[in-house]
């Protein structure tokens, strides 16, 4: 049976962290504002369903990773709050994914949507 309070509880718990990495991630904010555009963008180009699909999920996976990142560097800090070199190379490491899936990313996006720049 599903507890429909505590899933409630959840959701809430979700949106108050969507919150918090809105308001204290600066690499947050501009992955979010790049994944609006992109959804402008779907609607405004006629784009094929699985075109749309491959963008949501692309927006999806680089805003989750972003916040695993972010997740990972706090608890970091948290565990170790004076300078590391190794935990420095752990944060790097952590940032790369991220540099990698938004890389991988914009090129998701130019392949979409330059035919329709071009025209």
Sequence with gaps: MINFRKLGFSFKKA?????????????????TIAG??????????????LERAVLVLTVILVLSLEL????????LDFLQPNHDPKIERIKDLSASAVLIVSLGAAIIGLLIFLPYFLK
């Design 15 to 31: 949106f108050k962290g969507f919150k918090v990495a809105i308001r204290e991630e600066q690499t947050f904010r501009i992955q």
């Design 36 to 49: 609006i555009l992109v959804f402008f963008l779907m609607f405004r180009f006629p784009l094929t369903a």
């Design 68 to 75: 695993i990142n972010s997740q990972i560097e706090r608890i």
